[in-house]
């Protein structure tokens, strides 16, 4: 079931991106009650944290700091009766590198979710510009974290399914009628369930925090 609404958030996601180019080209830009969709597409860095069913094994072994590339892509649309508010659909990726521990251990953490997101622009005079608060929640999200230990030919494989709420603080730049740069810090906490080699069904948490960059279009 799980994977079903992944599937259908994330091709929603794709024909919406689609089709915000064949909606009307009114700019972000422009003020209250002109109703308008556009893409937002944000690449950065994550680090994560790792929480329960995860800490344990990174603290005995002593591991470096996970973190990698933090990407986004999401549509967005902002209704007319509804300042300041904006509502899309958005898909989120995280690729990092091997985190070392003692040994010769490494570990490898990725994720990656489809859910829904806002903004909302407190201080705009037209909505859409400025500093705004952005919450995401990502009600299908996976991920994988790959283990070994080199020396002794040790692997391990693990892969869950959960959800995870996103929280961040953004700040978006017109460039034209058309175009904006934005930036964001984000911060996120997931609850996954799955299955471990030779444990069984475990729940594990995490945190990430990240700094993206990206283009509004």
């Known amino acids: 079931m799980g994977r079903f609404l992944l ?3 994330s091709s929603a996601l794709m024909a919406a991106v689609c089709a915000f180019g064949q909606s009307s080209t ?20 994550g680090v994560t944290q790792f929480g329960d069913g995860l800490s344990d094994r990174y603290e005995a072994g002593n591991f470096s700091t996970s973190g990698g590339i933090l990407s986004s892509i999401a549509a967005y649309r902002k209704f007319d009766p509804i300042d300041h508010f904006h509502f899309g659909l958005k898909f989120k990726a995280h690729g990092a590198m091997p985190s070392n521990g003692d040994n010769n251990q490494e570990m490898f953490f990725n ?15 037209t909505g859409s510009d400025g500093l705004y ?13 790959k283990y ?7 692997f391990d494989h693990q892969f869950a399914i959960g959800s995870a709420l996103t929280l961040g603080l953004g700040y978006q730049y017109q460039l034209s009628n058309r175009y904006a740069l934005v930036a964001t810090v984000e ?23 990240g700094v993206q960059l990206g283009l509004v279009f």
């Open 7 to 9: 599937l259908l958030v």
């Open 26 to 45: 009114t700019s972000t830009a422009e003020g209250s009650g002109n109703g308008f969709t556009y893409g937002e597409l944000k690449v950065g860095y």
């Open 111 to 125: 994720f990656w979710g489809a859910g829904i997101s806002t903004k909302y622009f407190p201080f705009s005079a």
């Open 133 to 145: 608060l952005q919450g995401d929640y990502f009600f299908t999200t996976q991920f994988t974290q």
């Open 148 to 154: 070994r230990r080199t020396e002794v030919k040790e």
């Open 187 to 209: 911060y996120d906490w997931a609850s996954r369930r799955g299955e471990v080699q030779g444990i069984g069904d475990v729940t594990f948490q995490n945190s990430n925090f």
